[in-house]
């Protein structure tokens, strides 16, 4: 190129297999880089991920530059996105040999927003999985997306920094990782909280908590009811203790506990505590073998080989709890040796072959 002459125009073809080409490199070196693939015409495909593509595409500073990282995103040139607490970093392939290195930093949500989004939930969330499916009402929607007041960032939260000679404010390599984070999202919703730094558990603490309270209600006629209440915490992942609810409300709660535990009689009480022993013994047992034979990865394998349906990184880390971060290492590897494959976008299932460890 000279001062004279337009840029060499470069195909997507060539751009592809450039990124391709030095995706394959840093693999050598780094077996665990987190490439960023979109698969289908959309770069989005849940409600996590086009909620977030369309909340910086609706801002005036955003909506005329971002789009400028679509077509990096759709041909493979974030070779690398890791999402942390407060933070996002990537590798994306530019028209240099050496990736750019591009670092984003989102402000936690504000502590009183976020207690007027729990308390707008109360009520109104059933489940974590309702939660992450992005299946809950239509209120609660707009709530989220409100602008300034809701879950996600706006251009004033969010700061960001490229390694390229780019000028501009937002180059492409930083648009291209804002959508990145997006395909992020619909493979595990979850990393969202992470990345805004609060905890999902707070809306659906209510729902679980006045769950709770209707199985030891009905404790004196089947002792089933007991033991699941028993086992309500690691049911739903929740610290009781620890959800926000007052003093008073908590005393409140015990004695009316305590109270459906007497009305359940002796022999119910008796057989609940005999039956919940007898159980915590069998799983303590299952788990000590389990932990003898299978590695994290034999776990996380075992899980995509036993769904026939397919599973996505949140129910994995539910029936393992090994930490996301982790289990998607494991799952590119297995990608690699061919052994699992994308049954849709964020769902893996076995390709019926022997996974290694």
């Known amino acids: 190129m000279s001062y004279f002459r337009y840029p060499r125009y470069v195909s997507v073809a060539e751009k592809t297999a450039k990124a391709a080409k030095k995706l394959k490199q840093l693999k050598k070196k780094n077996p ?27 801002y005036a500073d955003y909506s005329n530059r971002i ?34 290195t591009v670092s984003i930093k989102i402000r ?3 502590k009183k ?3 007027n989004i729990v308390s707008a939930c109360k009520g109104k969330l059933e489940s974590f999985e309702e939660l992450l499916a992005g ?20 251009p004033e939260e969010i700061e960001f920094d490229c390694s390229c ?22 493979e595990n919703p979850g990393l969202f909280f992470s990345l805004r730094k609060v905890a999902m558990k707070d809306l659906v603490a209510q729902a679980v908590k006045d769950e709770s309270r209707k199985l030891l209600a009905k404790a004196g006629k089947k002792s089933k009811r007991v033991i699941k209440e028993a086992d309500i915490e690691d049911l739903f992942g929740i610290d009781m203790d620890d959800a926000p609810f007052s003093a008073g409300k908590k005393e409140t709660e015990k004695k009316e506990i305590s109270t459906a535990k007497g009305s359940a009689g002796k022999k119910l009480s008796s057989a609940a505590k005999k039956s919940t022993a007898k159980n915590k013994k069998t799983t303590s047992r299952t788990i000590k073998k389990k932990g003898a034979k299978k590695s994290p990865f034999d776990m996380v394998a075992g899980v995509i080989r036993r769904s026939k349906k397919g599973v996505n990184v949140a129910m994995i880390k539910e029936k393992t709890g090994i930490e996301e971060q982790q289990i998607r290492n494991f ?27």
């Open 32 to 58: 665990d880089i987190m490439p960023v693939y979109i698969e289908g015409r959309t770069i989005a495909s849940t409600w996590w991920g086009k909620s977030w593509n369309r909340n910086l595409e609706r």
């Open 67 to 100: 789009g400028r990282g679509r077509s990096y995103v759709r041909h493979g040139a974030v070779l690398d996105l890791r999402i942390e607490p407060g933070k996002v970093e990537s590798l994306v392939q530019g028209s240099r040999a050496r990736p750019y």
């Open 108 to 110: 936690p949500i504000n």
């Open 113 to 115: 927003t976020w207690q």
């Open 135 to 154: 299946k809950f009402p239509k209120a609660l929607s707009e709530i989220f997306m409100a602008q300034g007041v809701g879950l996600f960032p706006s």
């Open 165 to 186: 000679p780019d000028w501009a404010d937002m180059c492409k390599h930083v648009a291209a990782t804002l959508y990145g984070i997006s395909a992020r999202l619909d």
């Open 331 to 357: 799952i590119n590897r297995a990608k690699r040796q061919g052994k699992i494959k994308n049954k849709a976008r964020g769902v893996y299932i076995s390709s019926g072959r022997k996974l290694q460890t």
